[in-house]
C-alpha cells in the first residue's frame, strides 16, 4: 500500500558531499516520522538521523554538524545532505517513515525503502 523508493547514492570521495532522497507513494493519509537508517557489513541497522511531521529532528553523534534532514510534506518526501563525508559512513542507507493509510487513520505502520549504497572512498 505504501512504497519508499531512494535515490542519491553512490560513490565519493572523503570529505565530500552526497543528497539522498526518499519520496513515499500509495494510498497515503499521514506520514508522522520519516527517517534514514545505516547497515554496514557486519553490523546491525542503526538511526542516522529523524525527522517528525512537525519537522523537530534528531540525529546519531556520529552525524551531528555533518548532516542534515529535512522533508517536503507536500511531496512525502525526505532527504538527508551528507557533508563532510569520512569512510565509516560506508553503508546502506536506508529510509523509514511511519504511515497511516486512508481507511484506516490511527493504525501507523512502519514501512522501508530498499536502500541504497553509499561508499565514502578515495
Known amino acids: 500500500q505504501v512504497q519508499l523508493v531512494e535515490s542519491g547514492g553512490g560513490l565519493v570521495q572523503p570529505g565530500g558531499s552526497l543528497r539522498l532522497s526518499c519520496a513515499a507513494s500509495g494510498n497515503i493519509f499521514f506520514i508522522n516520522k520519516m527517517g534514514w537508517y545505516h547497515q554496514a557489513p557486519g553490523k546491525e541497522r542503526e538511526l542516522v538521523a529523524a525527522i517528525t511531521s512537525g519537522g523537530s529532528t534528531n540525529y546519531a553523534d556520529s552525524v551531528k554538524g555533518r548532516f542534515t534532514i529535512s522533508r517536503d510534506n507536500a511531496k512525502n518526501t525526505v532527504y538527508l545532505q551528507m557533508n563532510s563525508l569520512k569512510p565509516e559512513d560506508t553503508a546502506v542507507y536506508y529510509c523509514?517513515?511511519?504511515?497511516?493509510?486512508?481507511?484506516?487513520?490511527?493504525?501507523?505502520?512502519?514501512?522501508w525503502g530498499q536502500g541504497t549504497q553509499v561508499t565514502v572512498s578515495s
Open positions: 523509514n517513515a511511519v504511515v497511516a493509510v486512508r481507511g484506516a487513520p490511527m493504525d501507523l505502520r512502519e514501512y
